[in-house]
């Protein structure tokens, strides 16, 4: 197994669809709706649920093949000590090298899988933070409703109109009760 080529093709499909769900995260953080966010937010728990499965299958496999490489330096170290006794210090030695290199082979592949799992936690607590401006502004937009509607639309027939600062709105002649009242002066009259 290469090592390097498969991490390499791995690393740039996962980066590929992190940068398209970044690139999504983006676009919602200016100016979308809340739907496009809460959709950007699922985009990326679902990067995050692929980086993380990924991750843990190309561990396990790299795992799985530096114990076959420490088995294969043991066997090695058993039929050269069988077959040259004398020199068996020195089998000992080099079989103690490749250990060490196993060994580090395996503390940088825990490295770089650590760094995989910290970005799946990234691309977690942005979704998160997504979910919760979506969450917020769909909140503000209920209440910005609620408050405004009235004066909009208008009291439902046999409701009184809605009372604001300044007292109960009064109706400018041929409004029909619909008109926003300001506070100050009466607006001229446009036109002819």
Same mark, same amino acid.
């Given at each position: 197994?290469?090592? %390097? =080529?498969?991490? $390499?093709?791995?690393?740039?499909? &996962?980066?590929?669809?992190?940068?398209?769900? @970044?690139?999504? #995260? *983006?676009?919602?953080?200016?100016?979308?709706?809340?739907?496009?966010?809460?959709?950007?937010?699922?985009?990326?728990?679902?990067?995050?649920?692929?980086?993380?499965?990924?991750?843990?299958?190309?561990?396990?496999?790299?795992?799985?093949?530096?114990? %076959? =490489?420490?088995? $294969?330096?043991?066997?090695?170290? &058993?039929?050269?000590?069988?077959?040259?006794? @004398?020199?068996? #210090? *020195?089998?000992?030695?080099?079989?103690?090298?490749?250990?060490?290199?196993?060994d580090a082979d395996a503390r940088v592949e825990d490295l770089r899988a650590a760094n995989l799992r910290a970005a799946a936690a990234?691309?977690?607590?942005?979704?998160?933070?997504?979910?919760?401006?979506?969450?917020?502004?769909?909140?503000?937009t209920d209440r910005a409703r609620e408050l405004v509607e009235p004066y909009v639309v208008g009291p439902a027939p046999g409701v009184?109109?809605?009372?604001?600062?300044?007292?109960?709105?009064?109706?400018?002649?041929?409004?029909?009760?619909?008109?926003?009242?300001?506070?100050?002066?009466?607006?001229?009259?446009?036109?002819?």
């Amino acid at each position: 197994m290469c090592r %390097a =080529r498969t991490l $390499a093709s791995w690393l740039i499909a &996962a980066l590929c669809g992190v940068a398209l769900v @970044a690139f999504t #995260a *983006g676009l919602a953080g200016c100016g979308a709706t809340p739907d496009t966010e809460l959709t950007a937010a699922d985009a990326l728990i679902a990067a995050a649920n692929a980086v993380e499965t990924g991750t843990a299958e190309y561990h396990g496999e790299i795992a799985g093949a530096d114990q %076959a =490489r420490r088995d $294969a330096v043991l066997e090695a170290l &058993a039929e050269r000590v069988a077959r040259e006794p @004398a020199q068996a #210090a *020195g089998h000992l030695v080099a079989a103690r090298a490749a250990l060490e290199r196993v060994d580090a082979d395996a503390r940088v592949e825990d490295l770089r899988a650590a760094n995989l799992r910290a970005a799946a936690a990234v691309l977690r607590e942005m979704a998160a933070r997504l979910r919760e401006l979506a969450l917020s502004r769909l909140a503000m937009t209920d209440r910005a409703r609620e408050l405004v509607e009235p004066y909009v639309v208008g009291p439902a027939p046999g409701v009184a109109p809605p009372i604001g600062p300044s007292g109960p709105a009064a109706p400018s002649p041929g409004s029909a009760g619909y008109d926003v009242v300001l506070d100050g002066p009466p607006a001229a009259p446009v036109g002819p």
